[in-house]
């Protein structure tokens, strides 16, 4: 019996806490995504036993409902008219459920959106830094030759530079205009500033000192700061976009920026940067103190500490400290273990993220950032993985307090500043063994505390879907079965094929089982199986009709032959990429033959994406049919069959 629509949409809504509960709805090809004010109001039982409701489980602040190809549109429609809600797009979904998260998390999860983009340039940036600095150090006529020098210009760019790219991302994140994000990242490093690597030694009376308005403004640029300059281009953006509602559309053009980067370059220079200042000397100052605490302890505070002064973009301001060790008579640098510990502890817990980690965008850039800590440049390891994973840098922190109390208890010290990590043997040569102890044991303990306290975030998400999917099984009339094997919900009648399927891919056949996601794998959205893909284009599996499109592009229903309902998803996950590298030829309601391409897509995109392109094919009504045979034929082939569904 068809799926009553109108019924279905009306009990979800009725179990849901009432309208006011309501936040946003949207679906996918699968699945009504909803966010809600109170889940503590939702009747998740009631839920979970509505008719045409396969599974319901709620991950990063979205409640999805599993309903399935074909029927979700249809459900949604009624769910909207029924609920009196608009139609919302799946962005907007979970930008609705993020902003239901807690502070913090969103702060953190700004952060992370804000460097993802420009981990590359810093990645490769670090790499480089590291092995300039190492070798300068080991070969003292490479550090004065013409090589050391262009080297050394191409690795501290990125870095040099740094605040003009947070600009750029951050106000690409806030909503703001990215090119007047990037000239507020360039105010805060003009040349006409003094670069803020070169006031470490200078008497703060030597420093200039503007007077606007009655406020005192250092001629001190913000190179290496980050906090400061997010703060500065949210502020922007959020100006921006007022003034763009209050500004005459006809003077908009010109006033809008005018007013945008003066108010704003005020602002920054005259209160954020002060304010920043400020609080960078009382750090300092309190660095200073806390090491001279006796037993190591100071040291241990510290190296747990350091991490987050890097978060704050204050930490190349300990060059005060370490220039004063060093001035005074047989001085050494006590404070390069402290920081060599933090540093190698975070590179530490960075890898097991990425040797542990399932998604290869993850992989790429933990394991990179990874071996840039080690070379004491953490920038790239702490805001692109452990601050946005937080257990992490949370692990990295113990690994690093660790390390720093072994260096205090040893008495390392060293002959200079400026490099950490490996390259810091250069510089610790009296005190080898006992430095590559501290970094050894903040080596070990933060990454077996990261490879057993984190856990893939994937993996959550897997193990609240295959909770799911399983309750959804245990709650359905019968389970259909592959192989030919008997499905227990109808009769089988023998050898009475209704619909033989062709390969839609080019690829390698695995078994519905195998396909890398809960629901799929777990068979609520139906029977069928799995395709590793080799060439990039989906054809039609019979001649039929076309059910369902996605606004991304990834995935299509079919009917044909029998009543035979398909669902054809491209990719595990490929929602996320918003139709990027896919191409419908085909849209709902055409009428297509067997071999007729659908659509195509880009199978490196996919990957580099950071998701997998094994695509799932699948018999959404299999439940009305005793089996779904799959004929194993070895590596299936474009247009060989795949499965036979019998009546």
Not at 187 to 197: K, S
């Amino acid at each position: 019996m068809a799926l009553d629509y109108a019924k279905c949409a009306k009990e979800i809504f009725d179990n849901l806490g009432g309208r006011s509960n309501l936040v946003s709805a949207a679906h996918c090809a699968t699945r009504l995504r909803l966010v809600t004010v109170d889940n503590s109001k939702i009747d998740m039982k009631k839920l979970e036993n509505i008719e045409g409701v396969k599974g319901v489980f709620s991950n990063n602040g979205q409640l999805q409902l599993i309903i399935g190809t074909g029927t979700v549109n249809k459900v949604y429609d009624e769910f909207l008219a029924v609920s009196g809600m608009t139609a919302a797009t799946k962005e907007e979904v979970k930008a609705a459920a993020a902003a239901r998260q807690p502070v913090v998390k969103r702060m953190i999860k700004a952060l992370g959106d804000v460097f993802v983009p420009i981990l590359p340039a810093i990645v490769a940036s670090g790499l480089m830094m590291g092995l300039v600095e190492a070798l300068g150090k080991a070969i003292p006529s490479f550090a004065g030759s013409d090589w050391y020098g262009i080297l050394d210009l191409f690795a501290n760019t990125a870095f040099t530079f740094l605040p003009v790219l947070i600009a750029v991302s951050a106000a690409r994140v806030f909503g703001g205009n990215i090119f007047l994000g990037a000239v507020i990242g360039m105010i805060m490093i003009h040349p006409n500033l003094i670069n803020a690597w070169s006031i470490a030694g200078m008497d703060p009376s030597e420093i200039p000192v503007w007077h606007i308005f009655g406020l005192p403004i250092r001629q001190v640029g913000y190179q290496g700061h980050v906090i400061p300059v997010i703060i500065a281009v949210w502020l922007m953006s959020q100006l921006e976009k007022r003034l763009h509602k209050v500004v005459p559309e006809m003077i908009d053009l010109f006033v809008t920026p005018l007013c945008t980067v003066l108010i704003t370059g005020f602002l920054t220079l005259g209160i954020i940067g002060p304010i920043f200042s400020v609080a960078e000397n009382y750090v300092l100052d309190f660095a200073q103190w806390i090491i001279s605490v006796g037993h190591g302890v100071g040291s241990m505070v510290m190296g747990a500490l350091y991490p987050l002064t890097v978060v704050c973009g204050i930490h190349h301001m300990y060059n005060v400290i370490e220039a004063g060790m060093l001035s005074a008579e047989g001085g050494l640098n006590i404070w390069m273990p402290i920081a060599s510990a933090a540093n190698f502890a975070q590179g530490a817990a960075c890898l097991a993220v990425g040797l542990k980690a399932k998604n290869h965008k993850m992989k790429a850039v933990a394991i990179p950032s990874s071996l840039s800590a080690a070379l004491g440049i953490t920038e790239p390891a702490i805001f692109g993985v452990n601050l946005r994973l937080v257990k992490p840098l949370v692990c990295g922190m113990i690994g690093g307090a660790a390390g720093a109390l072994l260096g205090a208890m040893f008495h390392i010290g060293a002959t200079s500043y400026g490099v950490t990590g490996i390259p810091g043997f250069l510089i610790t040569l009296d005190y080898t063994a006992q430095y590559a102890v501290s970094l050894a044991v903040a080596f070990v303990i933060s990454f077996a505390l990261t490879w057993i306290v984190w856990k893939d975030e994937e993996d959550g998400e897997e193990k609240a879907e295959e909770k799911a999917a399983d309750e959804a099984a245990d709650a359905s009339d019968g389970t259909v079965q592959t192989d030919g094997k008997e499905g227990s919900s109808s009769e089988k009648k023998e050898g009475e094929v209704i619909c033989r399927i062709l390969s839609p891919i080019t690829g390698n056949l695995i078994s519905r089982e195998e396909i890398p996601d809960p629901i799929f794998a777990g068979g609520v959205l139906g029977d069928g199986v799995g395709i590793e893909p080799e060439v990039g284009a989906v054809v039609a599996p019979f001649a039929g009709t076309v059910a369902s499109t996605t606004d991304t592009l990834h995935a299509i229903g079919l009917t044909g032959p029998g009543g035979v309902e398909m669902l054809i998803h491209v990719g595990i996950d490929t929602v996320n990429m918003k139709g990027e590298g896919f191409r419908l030829l085909v849209k709902m309601g055409d009428q297509v033959e067997a071999g007729q391409k659908l659509l195509t897509f880009d199978i490196e995109a996919i990957r580099r994406a950071g998701y997998s392109p094994t695509t799932a094919v699948l018999v959404a009504n299999s439940a009305a049919f005793s089996s779904c045979e799959v004929e194993r034929k070895g590596a299936v082939k474009q247009m060989e069959e795949i499965m036979a569904v019998r009546q």
